[in-house]
């Protein structure tokens, strides 16, 4: 079982990236998957969270209007739509997944499954 993420890379600041994750050896179709990120010598923090269905999210504060989370269960992916980056966004993005959970949560802990990382850089 794992959870592949892909899309990270260098954009500049106002720029736009998509993020997705694959999860393969088994179906995430009804657990809720989040995304994380961690920053150099920061701790990881929560970035955006999906119910099952897809039809509630959660969003941190910071990257509330900017970033969109979507989920498609059919090809069992997950993905972020980063806008408007900022260098503060600068971070590994990880996808990770609620096993237990149908309902989004912050709760890092909650998230059992995680991905490897990719490395989004936004420059000023």
């Known amino acids: 079982v794992q959870l592949q993420a892909s899309g990270g890379g260098l954009v500049q600041a106002g720029g736009s990236l998509r993020l997705s994750c694959a999860a393969s050896g088994r179906t995430f179709s009804s657990n809720a998957m989040g995304w994380f990120r961690q920053a150099p010598g920061k701790e990881r923090e929560f970035v955006a969270a999906i119910s099952w269905s897809g039809g509630r999210t959660y969003y941190a504060d910071s990257v509330k209007g900017r970033f969109t989370i979507s989920r498609d269960n059919a090809k069992n992916t997950v993905s972020l739509q980063l806008n408007s980056l900022k260098p503060e966004d600068t971070a590994v993005y990880y996808c990770?997944?609620?096993?237990?959970?149908?309902?989004?949560?912050?709760?890092?802990?909650?998230?059992?499954?995680w991905g490897q990382g990719t490395l989004v850089t936004v420059s000023s």
């Open positions: 990770a997944a609620a096993a237990r959970m149908t309902n989004p949560t912050t709760r890092i802990s909650a998230y059992d499954v």
